[in-house]
Structure formats: structure tokens, C-alpha cells
């Protein structure tokens, strides 16, 4: 292991860095198949003559114990298009936290409609009914709660919300994805939830993603949809573009659907050795999973204490310069990038701007060993002594 | 419920998979040693400088499919929900293009005006005649093309095309602003990038996209070219009006048939209505006394539909 004795061993002050450039840690979870395993999948479909996306499909859907999966050729799509499906008729805006993945508001665009940001919320990094009722008005069209990484968003308040107002819901929760709330899996709750089957994502499909839901209607309209037809959903004309997804893909994500539980227990390791090594840092704390739902353990996020001299940006700064991608939780808050659509002012987000100064993404998936966990962790702890120094 | 949803998954049915073919696993077992599954990487990047290779045109962006390529186009040139666009008359259009210019909320026109967006849909080879910038959904490649920079050019990529992919596109375009902003757009860092554009997408064009992409250049491109341009001889020899083949340079060849009188034209709109000859994407043009028939030759125009096509 190489210590850092000084500041200036660090690779900011021209040190040698603790990972060489083609050796890089990240943040992205990369799971794979085996080639081997991804050509005998493949060889199976084509034998037996097999629909890879129908066949995926219905394992998405028994994977998360709902009624129907439907698979875009991307999360963005299949998100955009589904929201072009829920919206209510008439209505444009989109009601989500400003602090979330930084792609929603282009989603959100992407669907024709607009973006309408309300404040996160402290506890769970998420949202609760709280906010949205706050921002919800005469044009609201739909809630998109996303849940964050790690925690959930308040699932049972905003339910609630959801019937008290008649404005449907829809969960993103790809962060969550291969979670439970309550005991039961994620995928059923509100209209619709979202899952991304993005290399970086749980599971790895190359690129793709999905919708699942219980409704009947909705399914029929998203398959239409994908399809690049129209529909009449909900009273009024609801028009779709050409996005399925591509066999190649749906194969890839069905070996990733086979070693699932393994992928969550390589996870859950790394964790478990982030969640021993952080345990006595002064400043540094692991946000942890709740151990009585199952979670994906695909995330290490750290909440860095405002009140240290090393601040969350110089610690970010100071990783990346050693190679070790860390990242900054969803910054920039999307008020703040996207701010045309500010209703009033910056006080609105206090929350949002808060978290988004306050936690750092470490790296773990593919391409980080126990042992490079044992070095990021060895850096991180110089990094504080002789900063805060 | 059953027959509906079969209906629309009928996009699902797979094509010819490539399990067995050593041309694939060689491209795929290259995506599992680099690890890198998603955009833009080694593979896309040798499909890109052979398709510069084939068109001649300076940029080729992959896109994940013809939609969300078209799509993001039109974003690029600025259009906006309610915005006309000009699509020349005569012009049969697909399914997908329709559904594109359905979801953007766009007008159609049909008389040529310079000052709103154009697309053609060009049976032949895309060609500069437009002032402005346009764009053209060629339905085959042509070899040695030689467009000026008002185009882009949309390759759909799927398997009613010579590349035979399950999904797959790319953009041709000699403009290297509009492909700076098309790459941008399509890995999703146009807002956070150094390139601004007002609404972002996400069209990545995976690795294993590129595997087969590379591996249908390599087997099916040439046996399709091949067995097209016989059919497209066979199906010349048989018609009774003066019919050409157009051929060598095409990725898949082309049949031009000259009809002699123009009374013709409305009998066989008529009839390919009926037979929903749209997909087929026959196009007319009048070129001085004559009226020409640009028929593609794809592999599902078979010796059946033509037939029906020589009954009009």
C-alpha cells in the first residue's frame, strides 16, 4: 500500500498517485456475463426459436413479483414515453426534486412536457409528500418521485398524495432497483416504476431499460407506444416514436438477470468492508442500507461533515487526482443547471443546495478489489489527517 | 388482448441470430475483454471509419436507432412542437418517420419553402439540392456519394435494410458542428459538455450494437447486395414498361421503371395503398414527359409482392 506521509505525496501536489491511469477505480458497477455464457444464451434463443425480449420480460416481471415489464431500447425512452402516457391530459408540468439524476430534466423535455422542481428532503435524500404538495399547481401533470441512492423516497406518503389529488405517480428506481419496501419487491408501486439496465446499473443489458406496472391499460398503451403508434389512453391522444429494444441486448440482460444475486452479494461485501473501515473516521460517515429490506448494495455514498477543513470538494478534487473516480452525489442540483424553470427564487431548494455540497460517491463494482477498497479508504483517512491539520 | 399485443411485438420477432457465426464471436469476445459495453468505444469507432469509408461523407455518427436519430436531428436544427416541416410531394413516408413527426407535434408541407426544415426521402442517392440544410432519409447507401454540407443524411440500419441489424443507425453528415452536437447529444453531455443544445438525448450506440453491425458489413452486406441486384435484373426483365436497375454502387440496388402515360400514376397510388406499399417506400417522380417508379429491392419485396405491383 502507498501511504501518503505528507500533502505532498498526493498526486494534487505532485505526488505519485495511489492508482496508475490504466487502472483506474470507478463508481460504475459493470457486471458482466462471461463470454462463454453470454454465446450460450444466445445459442439457446436462437435454437429454440425464443423471443429474448418476451422471455425478458417476464422474468423482469417475476423479478419484481408485478404483473408486466416493458423493455425500451433505453431508461431515457422508455421513461419519456411513459410520462408522455401518464401525464393528465391538458396539464404539462412534472413535479420531481431538484436534486436527483441529472439526465430527468431532459427527460422530462424529451416528453413534451416540463420540469417543476421542488425542494429534497433531509432525512432520506429523496422526496416526501411534504415537498410536492408544496409545488404541486393547476398544471401539475404528473409526480416523479425518484428514490435516491441508497435510502427510498417516502413511498407510503406520497401514495397518499397520489389519491387525495388524482395526480399519478410514477417512481424512478433505478438506484433501487432489486430493493423491497415493506417486504415487497419495488416495481409495483405508484403507476409505474422505472429501472435502467445501463452498464453502471445492477444489471447490464449493454444499454436498455424498463418499465413495470400493474396496470393493464398502461402496459397495452406502452407497448403501442414503443411501437411508434398513437394511442387513446386517459381521454385524449397519446403519440409514441419507435424504441425497442435491441434482441442482443434483452440476451446480455438475461445472463445479468441469472447472476443477479451474486452481483447484489459481491456488493454487499465491498459495503460491509466501506462500512468497517469508514466506522472511526471523525468527519466521514457511510450512509448505510437498511438491513431489514433487501437492497442492492451498489452504492457507497459518504456524507462528509461541513465542519471539517477538508471539505467535500478538495476530498473529491484530491480521490480523482489519485485515480480514484469518487464522485460528487448528483451535483449540480438541477435549479441550478436548468434555471429557466425557477419559479421564484434559489431559497426554495435550501435542502437540495445543502445535500448537494455534502456527500461524495466511492468507488466500488468491477473495478474495485477488497483490496483497492483497504487503499481508497488508507487515502482517504491521510487525506483528512493532513488536511485538517 | 392476445392478437393485439402479438400485433405490435411483432417488432420483438428476432431476426437471424449470429450465435454461430465465428465473424460475431470474434467482435464479441473483443466487447468482454475491453469491458466497455456501452458508447462509442473500440468497435463503434472501427464501424465509423468503415462507413466514412463507404459513404465518403467526412462524419458518420452511430446512433441506438433510426428514431431517436431522427429525433435529435430535429432538435439540433432547432424545430420546435407546432414548427412546419417541408416533405417533398410524392414522398412516401415510413412508419417510423411519421411517428417521429407525430411525437414532435410537427405540420407537414408539402410545397418546397426555404424557410422551414426539410426532409427528403431519398430513394437514390442524397444529392445537394437544397439551399438550406435538410435532411434526407436515404433508403440504401450509396458508394461514392458526394453531398454538400446542407445534408444529413439518416441510414436506418435495421433489418429491412442491407445492414441487417436488429436496431441500429447512424447520421451522415459533412458538418462538423451538426456531428460535434450529434455525438454530444447522443452520449447525453450536451448540457454539461462544452456544446450547448436546448434539449438533450441519449442515443448511445452500444458496443454490441457495433459487433453486429461489423459482422453484418463483413457476411450479410455483400451476399444481400449480391442477391438483390439478380433479383432486381429478374424483376426488370419481367415488367412491361421500360425498366433500368441501378446497381453496383448501392449497398442494396434500385429499379427504375418509366411509365408512359401519367394516367398510370393514379391507378397505382390507388393499389399500393391497398397493399400498404408504404413500407416498401416506393416514391414517384415526373421527369419531363415521363413518370418514374423508384421501386427499393429489399429482402421482403418478394416475387409475391412484385407480382402484385406488376398487376397495377
Known amino acids: 500500500m502507498k501511504y501518503k506521509k505528507s500533502r505532498c505525496d498526493f498526486a494534487i501536489n505532485g505526488g505519485k498517485e495511489v492508482f496508475s491511469p490504466d487502472c483506474v477505480k470507478t463508481t460504475m458497477n459493470l457486471p458482466a456475463p462471461s463470454f462463454n455464457n453470454y454465446i450460450k444464451k444466445l445459442l439457446f434463443c436462437e435454437r429454440e426459436s425464443i423471443n429474448s425480449i418476451d422471455l425478458l420480460e417476464r422474468s423482469l416481471a417475476k423479478f419484481h413479483d408485478t404483473k408486466y415489464a416493458i423493455c425500451f431500447s433505453s431508461c431515457f425512452t422508455g421513461m419519456a414515453i411513459t410520462m408522455r402516457a401518464l401525464a393528465i391530459s391538458g396539464k404539462k408540468e412534472v413535479i420531481l426534486p431538484s436534486l436527483t439524476y441529472r439526465r430527468m430534466t431532459d427527460i422530462i423535455l424529451w416528453s413534451g412536457l416540463t420540469p417543476k422542481y421542488c425542494d429534497n428532503n433531509f432525512t432520506n435524500l429523496g422526496v416526501t409528500s411534504l415537498e410536492i404538495s408544496k409545488v404541486i399547481n393547476k398544471d401539475t401533470a404528473l409526480i416523479l418521485a425518484p428514490h435516491p441512492m441508497v435510502h427510498l423516497s417516502d413511498i407510503d406518503s406520497i401514495e397518499e398524495l397520489s389519491i387525495n389529488t388524482g395526480i399519478p405517480i410514477m417512481f424512478d428506481s433505478v438506484e433501487a432497483s432489486g430493493g423491497s419496501y415493506k417486504g415487497r419487491m419495488l416495481g409495483s408501486f405508484g403507476k409505474a416504476e422505472s429501472f435502467s439496465l445501463h452498464p453502471s446499473k445492477l444489471m447490464n443489458a449493454c444499454e436498455g431499460g424498463y418499465i413495470t406496472t400493474n396496470d393493464k391499460n398502461l402496459y397495452l398503451a406502452l407497448i403501442k407506444m414503443r411501437a411508434g403508434k398513437s394511442i387513446e389512453y386517459n381521454n385524449s391522444t397519446r403519440q409514441g416514436h419507435l424504441s425497442k429494444m435491441n434482441n442482443y441486448h434483452a440476451i446480455m440482460a438475461l445472463c445479468s438477470l441469472d447472476m443477479v444475486q451474486n452481483i447484489i452479494e459481491g456488493n454487499k461485501i465491498k459495503y460491509e468492508l466501506y462500512f468497517k473501515l469508514l466506522e472511526d473516521f471523525q468527519g466521514i460517515s457511510l450512509v448505510c442500507y437498511d438491513r431489514k429490506e433487501k437492497r442492492n448494495y451498489k452504492t457507497i455514498l459518504i456524507k462528509v461533515d461541513e465542519k471539517l477543513h477538508l471539505n467535500r470538494d478538495i476530498l473529491h478534487d484530491i480521490l480523482n487526482k489519485e485515480n480514484i473516480f469518487a464522485r460528487k452525489f448528483y451535483y449540480p442540483a438541477q435549479h441550478v443547471t436548468h434555471g429557466k424553470f425557477l419559479t421564484k427564487n434559489y431559497k426554495e431548494y435550501e435542502v437540495a443546495c445543502s445535500l448537494q455540497e455534502q456527500y461524495l460517491l466511492l468507488p466500488t463494482g468491477y473495478s474495485t478489489s477488497c483490496k483497492d477498497i483497504e487503499i481508497i479508504c488508507s487515502t482517504i483517512r491521510q487525506a483528512i489527517k493532513l488536511y485538517s491539520a | ?312
Not at chain 2, 465509423?48 to 433510426?66: D, F
Not at chain 2, 435494410?161 to 450529434?182: E, Q, R, S, Y
Open chain 2, 1 to 312: 388482448m392476445n392478437t393485439e399485443i402479438e400485433k405490435y411485438n411483432a417488432y420483438h420477432l428476432p431476426k437471424k441470430l449470429y450465435g454461430e457465426s465465428e465473424t460475431y464471436q470474434k467482435y464479441v469476445s473483443t466487447v468482454f475483454d475491453n469491458h466497455y459495453f456501452s458508447n462509442h468505444w473500440e468497435l463503434a469507432k472501427i464501424l465509423e471509419s468503415e462507413l466514412i469509408n463507404i459513404t465518403k461523407i467526412k462524419n458518420c455518427v452511430t446512433y441506438m436507432n433510426s428514431s431517436i436519430a431522427l429525433i435529435s436531428s430535429l432538435h439540433i436544427l432547432g424545430v420546435k412542437t407546432g414548427d412546419s416541416i417541408n416533405i417533398g410531394r410524392g414522398v412516401i413516408l415510413f412508419d417510423w418517420i411519421i411517428g417521429c413527426i407525430k411525437y414532435l407535434d410537427l405540420n407537414i408541407c408539402r410545397e418546397f419553402d426555404s424557410d422551414i426544415v426539410s426532409i427528403v426521402l431519398d430513394i437514390d442517392a442524397p444529392c445537394g439540392k437544397y439551399d438550406s440544410q435538410y435532411i434526407s432519409i436515404p433508403t440504401r447507401v450509396h458508394y461514392e456519394n458526394n453531398i454538400n454540407n446542407n445534408c444529413i443524411s439518416i441510414y436506418n440500419m435495421d433489418r429491412e435494410t442491407c445492414f441487417n441489424m436488429d436496431t441500429g443507425a447512424f447520421i451522415a453528415v459533412n458538418d462538423d458542428t451538426f456531428a460535434h452536437k450529434l455525438r454530444h447529444m447522443r452520449s447525453s453531455y450536451g448540457r454539461t459538455g462544452e456544446v450547448a443544445i436546448k434539449i438533450n438525448g441519449n442515443g448511445r450506440f452500444s458496443e454490441m450494437q457495433a459487433a453486429e453491425a461489423l459482422t453484418s458489413l463483413e457476411t450479410d452486406c455483400q451476399n444481400n447486395l449480391s442477391h438483390n441486384f439478380t433479383k432486381a435484373v429478374s424483376f426488370a426483365s419481367k415488367f412491361k414498361y421500360k425498366a433500368n436497375v441501378i446497381g453496383e454502387n448501392y449497398t442494396s440496388p434500385i429499379l427504375i421503371i418509366k411509365c408512359p402515360d401519367h394516367n398510370s400514376l393514379v391507378k397505382i397510388q390507388i393499389k399500393l395503398d391497398l397493399f400498404n406499399f408504404e413500407h416498401e417506400s416506393i416514391s414517384f417522380e415526373i421527369d419531363k414527359n415521363d413518370i418514374l417508379i423508384r421501386v427499393p429491392l429489399k429482402p421482403s419485396l418478394n416475387d409475391n409482392l412484385f407480382s402484385c405491383l406488376l398487376s397495377c
